[in-house]
């Protein structure tokens, strides 16, 4: 007895190693929607900055927008979905004016969006640089139809950018919304039809920046034309001056609950 007592104490020291050991290699799955959070009552409001470009001239609209979680329902198909009121106002001297209504649909591999009855898939899980899907897998008509995407399940309209998933993002100032650095965000970006974006007669693209707790903190779309037009309808590029087109920024301004 008095030999297998130690022998005794190695096994049992032993299972304790090995239980120990896989309690420290069990890991909890991320929960991505963190990147896309939603809860009844919280808001988001932004700082907008619409440019428009008029024979090289431009002109700048800024306004603020808030996106409010106003309530949570289960869908058709038995899935969670937030309904968020988007309203506006001019400056922050006055009372916010409802805007439009947006249901967002937080799933386990992906975030889908509805705003005027086209839905969207914003994100798809896990991000990884270079992932692409198609924003309009869930979509017939619309704007699919507008950006010319004829199959709406495998074409590639959307995915992150290289270096985009998991790095940090600095937001510029911008009107009342103070510069700021987000350590860990997804970026996205769309892939638009040539006829939209040669790069050197017309450049455009859609941008969104998603902070992990924080959720969206800067969408950017634009459109802009690169060439002047003679009388016989000639096009004479111009490099990096536009001459006609349009911009829209929104920056992140605040978070909280209502």
Same mark, same amino acid.
């Given at each position: ?18 239980? =120990? ?7 909890? &799955? ?21 440019? @428009? ?11 603020? !927008? ?14 969670? *979905? ?18 439009? !209504? ?6 386990? $591999?992906? !975030? ?5 009855? !086209? ?26 139809? @507008? ?13 992150? =950018?290289?270096?985009? &998933?998991? *790095? ?33 007669? $017309? ?7 998603? &902070? ?8 950017? $779309? ?7 037009? %003679?009388?016989?309808? %000639?096009?004479?590029? @111009? ?9 829209? $920024?929104? @920056?992140?301004?605040?978070? =909280?609950?209502?």
């Amino acid at each position: 007895m008095k030999q297998r007592f130690p022998i005794l104490l190695l096994a049992a020291a032993g299972i304790g190693l090995l239980l =120990g050991s896989c309690r420290h290699e069990s890991e909890v &799955a991320p929960d991505y929607r963190s990147y896309f959070p939603l809860e009844v009552g919280s808001y988001r409001s932004y700082v907008v900055q619409d440019s @428009t470009w008029t024979s090289g001239k431009v002109s700048v609209n800024q306004y603020q !927008v808030r996106e409010v979680v106003t309530e949570q329902f289960t869908d058709a198909a038995g899935q969670p *979905a937030y309904r968020l009121t988007r309203a506006r106002r001019a400056s922050a001297s006055q009372d916010w004016a409802d805007d439009s !209504v947006l249901v967002v649909q937080p799933l386990a $591999r992906a !975030v889908l969006l509805t705003r005027s009855n !086209v839905r969207t898939v914003e994100l798809i899980f896990p991000p990884a640089p270079g992932k692409g899907w198609n924003q309009f897998a869930f979509t017939v008509n619309g704007q699919a139809q @507008t950006y010319q995407f004829i199959d709406t399940v495998t074409n590639i309209t959307r995915k992150y =950018g290289p270096g985009m &998933a998991g *790095a940090s993002y600095s937001a510029p100032a911008a009107g009342a919304a103070p510069a700021a650095t987000y350590p860990t965000t997804v970026t996205v970006v769309d892939s638009l039809p040539v006829n939209l974006n040669d790069g050197v007669y $017309r450049r455009s693209g859609y941008q969104q920046v998603f &902070a992990q707790g924080v959720g969206p903190v800067l969408r950017r $779309r634009y459109y802009y034309q690169t060439f002047t037009r %003679a009388s016989n309808n %000639a096009e004479t590029p @111009t490099p990096g001056v536009i001459q006609d087109g349009s911009s829209r $920024r929104e @920056t992140l301004l605040a978070t =909280g609950k209502i």
